[in-house]
Structures are given as C-alpha cells and as structure tokens.
C-alpha cells in the first residue's frame, strides 16, 4: 500500500463518528484497567526491568535456545516443524491436516495466523477452518481481519453482532450479550466434535521444558488443543523464554499489560500429547515455528529488541494515533505501534514504510511496554532505513527521497551558520503572510494560523534589555 | 537520575530555534528568571537547533553536523546549559549520546549532553526560587509536552514552580497524558491525524474553563494557539517563563 492509500483509510476512519466515539470509550477502559493493576510505579519499573531481561536474554542467543526448544519438544514427543515464510507454515499445517486425513480444523485467536494467511490457504485446499475465539468467529463471519491484536472484534457493537449471527447462523435477532454469548458457544461446541486438528497460537514457549503455553480468556484454546486429535501450534520463532520459573512473571506482565487482569480466566501449559494411560488430550502435538523475517530482525542490535514483543496490545491501547484511525486504518496485519515497528521489517519498507510515518514519536507506547521495548526509537530507525544505502531492514534506501535529503542538507547548512539563520527567519517574518499555503504550509494551515515569525531574535531582545539596563544604571 | 550542581553562578542558555525565530519574547523571559536568582547567564549567539526535527525524519549526518556546532558553541566552558524546552533539552541530553555513539566525538558529546536542564527543572532543583504572586486570580491549563513528560521527566518541577503562585489555580486537562499531535514534521507529513489530535487537545483545554493555557515547550504552544486562533477562541497560550515573570511582576 502507498502512503496515499493509507491517508485514504485516516480521512475514513477520522470521519467515522461513531467509531471513534466507541474506541475512546473502549481504550479509556483498557488503560484505567492496565493503571488499576499495576497502580505502584516503583514496583512497575522493576518488573519491566526484569520482564526485559527475561526476553533479552532470549533474543540475544536465538539460535541457542531454539536448538534447546526443539529438543526439549522432541523428548516430550511434540513434533517442531520450520517454516521460513509464512507460505511454507501455512503449508505445513494443510500437510499435517492431510496427513491424518482430516479437512475440519478449529482454530483459537492467534495473531501469527494472520499474519501467514492460513486460513485463505487451508480453505483453497478444500478444509474449512472455524475461529472459536468469540471475537475473531464475529470477524470470520463477515470476512473481516482484526481490528486488534487482543480484541478483533473491538469495533463491532453488540446490535451488530446480533444482526450478524441472525444472518449469518440463523438465530433470532437479539442483543442481549449472555444470549449472544451463548448461541455462539452452542454452535461451536459441534465444530470442536467434529474437527480433525485443532489450531492454537503460543504465547510463551519454554525452552527449557518443551512446554506450550497459551493465554485465553474463553476456554476456546483449551478445546483446540485438546478435542481433535491433532493439535497444531504456531508460533513467531521469538516468543520464547528459557525457563518455567520465567513463567509467573511474564504472564502477570502480559495479562496485566493486555486486559489489567491479575490473571487470565485460562491458562494452558501444554506438554505433549496424550501418553498411554491418559484420558484425554490430542494423539499428536506439532509446534511450527515461523521466521518471516525475524531471523533478520535477530541480527541488527537495535532491531533485535523488536522481537522481545509479547504481543500483548498495551501500546495499541495507550497510541494516540491508533486511538483516532483504530486498526483497519493501517491496512496490516498488525497494526498501531507494534505494528508500525514489525511490519515493515517482516514485509518490507516498500510496501509498509508508510506506517513508519504515522507516529508523532510522542513515547507512549514506550512508555507502557511490558518489555520495555524502544518502540519509538525503532520506528525512528525506519525512518532512517527508508533511505540508507546501508541498512538492514528489507527494502532500505526505498526512498531516496532526494528532495527531502537536499532540504535537510540545505537546512543543516542554515543552523550551522548564525548569518544564515538569522536572515532566514527575518525573510521569513517578512514574507510570512505572503508564502502561498501549499506544501508543509498548507497542511499545517488546514487547521491552524500560520507561525509567525519574529523580526528580532533572541539574541537581538537580549541585545536590546543590556543595552536598557546598562542605560539605566 | 539526574546530578544536579549544587549552585551555579554562571549558566548557559540554550533558547532553541522556535523561540529565536517566533518566540524570542518567551527565550527573554526565562533569561530574566534565571538572573533573578543571580546567575549569569550566556547567551552565545551562534547557538541554533538541537537538530531534532532531522532527527525525527530520519536524517542522521544531517543531525551530527548541527549537534555538534551546538557542541562546539558551547564548549567554552563548564556550566550547565539550560533550555527553555523539554523537547530540545530531552533531545540534547539523551539523543546526543546516542547519535555518537562509537564515534570519537562521543566523549565531548557526552561532556556536553550532561550539562543540558530544561528550564523548570534547573530552576526547580538548583536554584529554589521563591515567587511571591503580585496577579489576580486566574484558572490556567497545563498541557505536558511528551517530551518534557516522558523523557526529560520536568513536569513535576514545571508544575511544583506553579504551585507557588498563591492566586492561580491549575485546572486538569483531559487526557492529559495525550500528544497534542504536532510531532514535529508529523503535523506536515500526516497532517489529518495530527489536525485530529490538536482538535481534541484543543477541545479538553477549551473545556476546562481556563483563561489561560500553559506549555513549557513552544512546539505545543504553537500547534495548539495556532488551532485554537483559527477558531478564533478567545483561549490563549503562553509559554510558562513569561507566565512565571509576569506573576511575579504584575
Ligand atoms: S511492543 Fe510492547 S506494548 Fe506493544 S504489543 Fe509488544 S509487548 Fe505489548
């Protein structure tokens, strides 16, 4: 996408009254509910510390630990499969699916999912593939992408959602939420009967332990990865921590960071499939573990810390800018703050650079993450990369936006001559009014009057008041 | 954590390129607070722009050529450099460093970012002033700048320096904690989203009652006065040093 259509999507969402009105009231909500949680800053700042040092220690030997991964999942029976892009996961998953001769899958909120398409891939191939995360199965009914990374279904109102399960699954008309509730989980129960395989995201994966972990609210997950007989989990190769003593910490950091829960109402730990003996659970576990351009994020220092995300939509929630367009704005898979930092180092500058643009670099996102990651400072550097011969990120030096580099150049000669400078603002005072407002003055005129410039100087009033005072004396 | 020097006769001041070129009135006000309290202050006048806008866009030569003349404009001797910005003080004393990093300038660089306050905070935390309020009372507004908030950390002192001013009153804004939208080239480079945001902030202050607003950054100043003038509100904003000295001199 261009940065014309992008500002296409803003000018849409800007206008959306009622959207906007619900987001402010929805986001008002996550933010009061992450403060009341974590209410003390002293305590805050040191688990940030710590939850940081859990994942740098991650990121910085990724290799290392994956190796450990794979072979504390191999000893638990758990089968680990790579996919370098998200094609090849996906087709990972579709093999996995034939291979047991199945085509129904349930699948419960992954965000990694949509970001290599599944499901188009799994349905051109013949299976069908149910969300069951009750926000996400709203979205999947009227063929729609999430609208965030915890809440997909943010955006739609109850009145909605009843007039989309009234058309789409055939109950009566109604906007009671318990109700709806209820219908939605009727009509899963019988997908979860009959899937084949069962389709989970991860949330933490123990290196040490080989142990899957997954955080829900609904009870959705549990049922994917437990009913069907296979369970497949798919996970960016980043979202892993060394040890299960890591655990307690970094999931009081994610929940409390994404919902301002204590806990969440779901935990699951999964650690293999079912041993002779057992009750339940699925006769085959796979962990597909997905690179898309994270190993290249692994290897630039600064970068690197972009993948000590947890995903967990605090950054979302506390962004002024994604507060006024919310998430369909940006037209990516992740979108807000995490996504104008990952997207274009997954996909590349030429086609998500304009995200990078959409920040005013006001720190808030930074402010809250859980990881501490330098949000800000990430999206400056793709800045950067937009037109560095020498850079890192996929597609850098896009934009060699060679008008800009010479009005930077040209303005780097002005502040570093104070003849130059002062003449310029005293051109500007005087031709101030004059100036036709197009370009960065028109757009900054849209909604504001124009600077004025002063005729003097600091130096000169400064100048003037000695004089005065000397005068004076 | 912040060193501050125990006293300081002398002081330089940085009075960054917006206040040169569209505030000077507001630079001199925060020059006169300064001497009130007996420091003299240096003024160099080959002192420009902390560089940040080309930083912000991404130009990093461009930026190192300008911070270094500041580096250099400012090396004639020890004291601290104080700025009447959270924004370009934030810029100075923690991007400075990192912009040089590995390179043989750093050292000098670092000597430099050191010695940057921004106002308020120097004042606050170094020089204790005591202000007697000579003006009527008066409802005003803060607005934060997110830089003084959130890196330079100046908006306690701002706001404690506030306090003494027995007939004024600040009101909350809402959403305080929220940019106003200007960002720098962000207001021209995604000029609809940053309209909404200064729309809104513009909107919360209106709403408080306040006869005045008040900023310690004049980035904000100038995105917010500038909107509410175009719907001709009869809000005005004012940089917090004039606001202090004409307190303390009505
Ligand atoms: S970048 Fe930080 S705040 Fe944003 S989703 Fe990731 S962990 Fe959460």
């Known amino acids: ?473 | 954590m912040l060193h501050f020097p125990a006293s300081a006769p002398v002081a330089n001041y940085f009075g960054t390129c917006l206040v040169d070129m569209c505030y000077p009135e507001y630079g001199m006000a925060g020059i006169r607070l300064l001497r009130r309290e007996g420091v003299e202050v240096l003024c160099p006048p080959r002192q420009s722009c902390c560089g940040q806008p080309a930083y912000n866009s991404g130009f990093l030569d461009e930026t190192r050529t300008v911070a270094l003349h500041q580096v250099k404009v400012f090396a004639d001797n020890d004291a601290p450099i104080v700025v009447p910005s959270g924004s370009c003080a934030a810029m100075m004393r923690y991007h400075y460093p990192r912009l040089f990093e590995g390179r043989p300038e750093h050292a000098e660089v670092l000597r430099f970012s050191e010695r940057v306050f921004e106002l308020t905070q120097f004042l606050n935390n170094v020089l204790h002033p005591a202000y007697k309020d000579a003006g009527a009372p008066i409802k005003v507004a803060w607005h934060s700048s997110c830089h003084a908030r959130r890196e330079m950390d100046c908006i306690k002192d701002s706001l404690a320096l506030l306090a003494q001013l027995e007939n004024v009153t600040v009101l909350p804004i809402d959403n305080e904690h929220e940019c106003c939208g200007f960002g720098g080239t962000f207001s021209v480079k995604q000029p609809e989203i940053s309209a909404a945001m200064v729309r809104d902030k513009a909107a919360a202050i209106a709403k408080t009652g306040a006869e005045v607003f008040l900023v310690g950054d004049c980035g904000c100043l100038m995105n917010i006065a500038g909107h509410l003038e175009k719907e001709r509100s009869p809000m005005r904003g004012l940089h917090i040093a004039e606001f202090l000295w004409e307190r303390i001199h009505a």
């Not at chain 1, 605090?314 to 703050?337: D, E, M, Q, S």
């Not at chain 1, 004059?434 to 100087?457: D, I, M, N």
């Open chain 1, 1 to 473: 996408m261009h940065n014309a259509d992008f500002t296409r999507n803003v000018a849409k969402a800007l206008n959306d009254a009622p959207q906007r009105a619900h987001l402010e009231h929805v986001i008002t909500n996550f933010m009061r509910g992450r403060r009341g949680l974590f209410n003390d800053d002293e305590e805050l700042a040191a688990l940030r510390e710590a939850a940081n040092a859990v994942k740098r220690r991650v990121v910085g030997r990724l290799a290392e630990v994956l190796e450990r991964l794979e072979a504390s999942c191999a000893a638990n029976g758990i089968q680990v499969h790579w996919a370098e892009t998200g094609e090849e996961a996906s087709n990972i998953v579709l093999d996995i699916t034939r291979s047991v001769g199945g085509k129904t899958l349930v699948k419960s909120k992954s965000m990694v999912t949509e970001e290599i398409h599944l499901n188009k891939t799994l349905e051109a191939n013949g299976c069908e593939i149910r969300e069951t995360d009750l926000g996400e199965f709203i979205i999947q009914l009227i063929g729609q992408t999430p609208f965030h990374i915890i809440a997909p279904a943010l955006h739609v109102t109850k009145e909605q959602v009843g007039a989309i399960f009234a058309e789409k699954i055939g109950i009566d008309y109604t906007e009671d939420p318990d109700r709806l509730q209820a219908e939605a989980r009727r009509f899963l129960r019988e997908r979860f009967r009959r899937a084949d395989v069962g389709v989970t995201g991860v949330n933490f994966a123990v290196a040490e332990t080989g142990t899957i972990c997954v955080v829900e609210n609904e009870g959705n997950a549990r049922m994917c990865a437990s009913v069907p007989r296979v369970h497949v989990a798919v996970t960016g190769l980043e979202k892993i921590v060394d040890r299960l003593a890591d655990l307690p910490l970094m999931l009081r950091m994610l929940v409390g960071s994404a919902t301002g829960q204590r806990i969440s109402t779901y935990f699951n730990m999964v650690g293999g499939p079912r041993r002779p003996g057992d009750q339940d659970g699925p006769e085959q576990v796979h962990l597909v573990l997905l690179d898309n351009g994270r190993s290249r994020m692994a290897g630039d220092e600064e970068l690197r810390q972009s993948l000590q995300c947890l995903r967990c939509g605090a950054c979302l929630n506390h962004c002024p800018v994604f507060k006024r367009i919310g998430g369909h704005a940006y037209a990516a898979t992740y979108p807000g703050p995490v996504g104008t930092m990952v997207m274009p180092q997954l996909k590349g500058l030429d086609e998500y650079g304009y995200m990078a643009l959409a920040s005013s670099l006001c720190g808030a996102c930074g402010e809250v993450c859980p990881v501490m990651v330098p949000i800000p400072s990430i999206i400056r550097r793709l800045r950067v990369e937009a037109h560095d011969a020498h850079g890192a990120v996929l597609d850098h030096g896009h934009d060699a936006a060679r008008m800009e580099s010479l009005a930077w150049s040209l303005w780097a000669k002005v502040m570093t001559s104070p003849g130059l400078n002062a003449m310029a603002r005293k051109t500007m005072a005087a031709l101030g009014g004059a100036l036709p407002a197009v370009g960065p003055l028109g757009a900054w005129t849209s909604v504001r009057v124009r600077p004025k410039f002063s005729s003097k100087g600091l130096a000169d009033l400064l100048r003037e008041e000695d004089a005065k005072e000397k005068g004076s004396k």
